[in-house]
């Protein structure tokens, strides 16, 4: 089986071991020919949730990447891609996003999609991939960081604004924040919406494996 | 380990079980979670390379998509996508289309892409998915059909369109022939041009994982 080291970057500092390693171990499990290794920025409690706490992570996640040894292939796990066009500027290896992941995906069910985040701005890769059709009515009502997705409260607005983004005429939801394939929320939207909705963590792993795979052949 | 069922259906009549199953095989040897079994389409010995042999396929395709039991998605093995659209609209379970899956994951790598194949115009999902910024300069010299990939001609006027199409600004390759996986002319295409060489065969198999999964998660 070709298998293939990779590094995944959490955009947000944790101190629970079997949380910072969530994303990686959901990854393992979708495709087990990827081998993860996750680390953490330090001191951002809060993770990304605007363009200031990106420009704070930006420096942070170059760091932590070049501390990684013999990786095929590195994630940063966030909607946002931040560092990542930097990164594969300066990396041998691919670089590989999560907010470009989604988009990606997305597009092959149409030239429309409603974005589903955490901020009233879509993340740059939603906004590149499709322009004035894609379709974004804002963060969920409460919702101000990838924590509060963790609450009741928390999930049912996202549960809503999915709903609306059916409504307005997306022929997908794509998800904008790794925090909704932490709280498992993607079936229950694709269930409720009866529409293709990209989860993050699935996205970034189908991409990383491809990505590998193409170097190979 | 998830793994998935899959029938995979070859747009051309091959006598030969070995080239048959070959893009089945390369599936199962890239994407070990996919367990493939093949078929090709009856009485059509040089594969799909016109509207009118493509017209002549579709009801052979979904006749023959028919008789494959308890599988988790189709793959048609051909950039034109012929029939996809009919037997995603009748079958409960993904169909792929290679075009399609090359297509999608082209787009990832910027708005402008060069199409190659064996054939004048564009097939749909290409010409979907870039629009005005489809750069297609027609098929590679002498080439009318798949079959004429396997010629040493046939290879060196692939490399040489490959190169006008980076000349005129493309920032991918999207191949648009499964006979291009046939001949293995993806990675040579990759370093000829420094470009991302998309291959249809590793891009169906990228899709159809991503499909199978985002529907167990």
């Given at each position: ?34 081998k ?41 796990s966030?909607a ?36 589903l ?69 993607t ?12 989860d ?18």
């Amino acid at each position: 089986m070709k298998s293939f080291k990779i590094g995944l970057i959490r955009v947000i500092t944790m101190t629970d071991k079997t949380m910072m390693e969530m994303h990686g171990n959901q990854i393992m499990d979708y495709y087990p020919q990827l081998k993860v290794e996750s680390r953490c920025i330090p001191d951002q409690y809060e993770g990304i949730h605007s363009p200031e706490t990106k420009s704070i992570a930006i420096p942070k996640i170059i760091e932590l990447a070049k501390q990684f040894n013999n990786k095929d292939a590195l994630i940063i796990s966030c909607a946002d891609d931040p560092a990542v066009k930097e990164l594969n500027d300066c990396l041998d290896i691919p670089v590989i996003g999560a907010g470009m992941s989604v988009a990606g995906i997305a597009r092959y069910y149409g030239p429309v999609s409603g974005v589903l985040g955490i901020t009233d701005y879509a993340p740059p890769a939603y906004e590149e991939m499709f322009g004035k059709d894609l379709i974004n009515l804002g963060r969920p009502k409460g919702v101000n960081g990838t924590l509060d997705l963790m609450t009741e409260a928390g999930e049912e607005a996202v549960m809503e604004l999915a709903q609306k983004l059916k409504e307005k005429g997306a022929m997908s939801i794509s998800l904008a924040c790794t925090g909704m394939s932490t709280i498992g929320i993607t079936n229950k939207l694709a269930k409720l919406t009866g529409l293709p909705v990209i989860d993050p963590v699935l996205a970034s792993g189908a991409r990383c494996l491809y990505e590998c795979l193409s170097r190979q052949i």
